[in-house]
């Protein structure tokens, strides 16, 4: 048995695979090892799977949003030996998931919009380049943490058009201590700011949202894609929620960039099931 694993910030989507066919396929919550030790990992998913697929799997892909090999990758290994203890395991970040799903053994600029945000130049079945994310705080331009933190802030800024603010407070009852806490002193603050951009979706049309969005996708590309050495030339794809979302207005951005976006996936786990059974 194989098990392939596509975790972002949020949540992970698992698939078991036996003689090419899938056996299941579940989600459970996100695994990033900046936010969660070995230990946490464990506990989040020793119920998850039966005995039999314990004993049984013996290799296991996993990608992960955080997840970097030879680093960090060590505390979602380590977890995971402990649940399939007959699995030989290989836990890479999720840019390498997202390269495979988007072009396979093609070169290409792999993008990932979702809670968080990424990028890396592919080619020849390798990541040979890759503009460093940063994280939510230093980073992650065009991502959902990035929207959330930036509609908060033209909230209480008072930047945001009377109307949008009151739809706004109606929606969320925004509390700026109760905020602050949840970004500075509870976990996950990554998704409770990627947890506003709904308000974003519901409100695109509104002239003042879609400039939002628009600059706040122009800084993705001008901070990522257009770093790499002849960007013009290469394929780009995206994977993830927010880029599957806002897929109009981010393809608008692109054209203004003199650029062409060839796919968009919402998810990467089918495409490396094909990756990863034709390979």
């Known amino acids: 048995m194989i098990l392939l694993a596509d975790s972002g910030s949020t949540k992970t989507d698992w698939v078991i695979i036996f003689d090419n066919q899938i056996v299941r396929k579940l989600s459970t919550e996100g695994i990033n090892p900046f936010f969660h030790n070995t230990e946490s ?31 960090n990758s060590h505390i979602v290994e380590n977890a995971l030996i402990q649940i399939f203890k007959y699995a030989e395991i290989e836990a890479n970040d999720d840019m390498l998931g997202a390269t495979r799903a988007l072009f396979g053994n093609q070169p290409g600029i792999a993008c990932i919009l979702g809670t968080g945000a990424n990028s890396c130049l592919y080619t020849r079945g390798e990541i040979i380049d890759k503009v460093p994310t940063l994280g939510y705080i230093l980073g992650d331009e065009g991502s959902g943490a990035y929207l959330g933190r930036k509609l908060i802030n033209h909230y209480f800024k008072r930047k945001l058009p009377i109307p949008l603010a009151q739809a706004f407070e109606k929606q969320y009852n925004p509390i700026q201590v109760q905020i602050q806490n949840a970004v500075y002193k509870e976990k996950n603050p990554n998704r409770f700011l990627a947890s506003f951009t709904p308000f974003l979706k ?78």
């Open 202 to 279: 519901e409100n695109s049309q509104n002239g003042y949202i879609k400039k939002f969005l628009f600059d706040s996708f122009s800084d993705f590309f001008e901070s990522n894609i257009m770093q790499y050495s002849n960007y013009q030339t290469y394929d780009i794809g995206f994977i993830g929620s927010i880029a599957y979302h806002f897929s109009e207005i981010l393809n608008e951005v692109a054209e203004n960039k003199k650029l062409k976006i060839s796919f968009i996936l919402k998810k990467p786990i089918d495409a490396l099931i094909a990756y990863h059974i034709s390979n």
């Open 41 to 71: 990992i464990y506990a989040r998913l020793e119920n998850e799977f039966s005995e039999e697929e314990k004993s049984k799997v013996r290799k296991i892909y996993f990608y992960g949003a955080g997840c970097i090999k030879n680093t």
